[in-house]
């Protein structure tokens, strides 16, 4: 079982749209918690980190559940500028490495 | 501000070359850390360096090897290049040793051919 689990997409929305992505870690252990953007053929960006009160910045909203081990990220009012892979990451036992989910697609249309 | 700088940008190497992936981390942070990314997939974690140590090293073959440097820049050397090394590698920098936010660089996109 992957540590990091996605669904990879694509989701395609339109502008405007809401769009949720769930994520699920395996670890229990795991204390740090994040969203990563990625743009095609790029670095990938720090989103957010996600706090087990849940957290917003703008449009998006983070929100964790420990108890379920599933992590999840809410964008509202979409943008074209929006489009691009979202990338859930945990941290890893020893506390030192990040894993990865495989990343969800966004494509937002006109 | 300089972020991440990773050198060189794009590579093309032939099977059972050598090569050496070079990363500056941002100023003031002191661990960098090595990712590996195929594509499709998520990146993987190769190696962290924190302080000149080596503080976690991911499930990749002892071909790959890192160390950094005094002044907390960091190389990733790759030994016997195979086809499938051919990926994005990413170097991450981060101000503590561990559950802490980290930037990426702009990674070296080897071609091993």
Known sequence: RKEVEQDPGPFNVPEGATVAFNCTYSNSASQSFFWYRQDCRKEPKLLMSVYSSGNEDGRFTAQLNRASQYISL????????????????VNADSGYALNFGKGTSLLVTP | DAG??????????????????RCSPIS????VSWYQ??????PQFIFQY????????????DRFSARQFPNYSSELNVNALLLGDSALYLCASSSGGG????????GTRLTVV
């Open chain 2, 50 to 61: 924190y302080e000149k140590e080596e503080r976690g090293r991911g499930n990749f073959p």
């Open chain 2, 99 to 106: 559950n802490t936010e980290a930037f990426f660089g702009q």
């Open chain 1, 74 to 89: 809410l964008i509202r009012d979409s943008k074209l500028s929006d489009s691009a892979t979202y990338l859930c990451v």
């Open chain 2, 4 to 21: 991440v700088t990773q050198s060189p940008t794009h590579l093309i190497k032939t099977r059972g070359q050598h090569v050496t992936l």
């Open chain 2, 28 to 31: 003031g942070h002191k661990s």
């Open chain 2, 37 to 42: 990314q195929v594509l499709g997939q998520g």
